[in-house]
């Protein structure tokens, strides 16, 4: 299940870059070209971008690929490294579940309120960026915390 869900954000990630490729190109065109700029296209891009950003963070996630501070904890026991892995996975954990909460709220809040341009809800297609990829966040959290957990009894 989570192999497919990891191949459709992958395809949407790509589908996201797809679509801000043509929707600039098209802008591009049509105000140096044409000379006739498009009003709508900054917004979507826009909403292109912040989507792809936290997408790519949950891929990021996901492999394991975001900044750390590893130097200090490399010379750790193995059982010691699996503890201050867990508290730090713990951490994220809440973090990312009162993002997610937080997000939900936030969403709701602005379903009414519209971009100027293409009428397309900021609560609907902007902020809810935080609750799907915080559910996507706290699911991989909790995984690497079974994981971590299966470490600690191995280095026992």
Do not use: C
């Amino acid at each position: 299940m989570k192999e497919k869900l990891d191949r459709l954000v992958d395809s949407l990630m790509g589908v996201l870059v797809l679509g801000m490729t043509v929707v600039v190109s098209i802008a591009v065109f049509y105000r140096y070209v044409l000379d006739q700029p498009l009003s709508w296209t900054e917004e979507i891009t826009r909403m292109f971008i912040v989507w792809l950003s936290f997408l790519g963070a949950y891929a990021a996630m996901r492999e394991n690929k975001h900044i750390g501070f590893d130097l200090l904890v490399a010379k750790f026991s193995p059982k010691f490294k699996a503890l201050t892995d867990l508290v730090g996975q713990i951490l994220i954990g809440i973090f990312l579940l009162v993002v997610t909460y937080q997000g939900f709220i936030f969403s709701y809040e602005f379903l009414g309120v519209t971009m100027p341009y293409t009428d397309i809800s900021i609560g609907w297609f902007y902020y809810s960026v935080f609750p799907v990829t915080g559910i996507l966040m706290v699911t991989q959290t909790v995984l690497a915390i079974l994981q971590t957990l299966k470490n600690l009894k191995a280095a026992q």
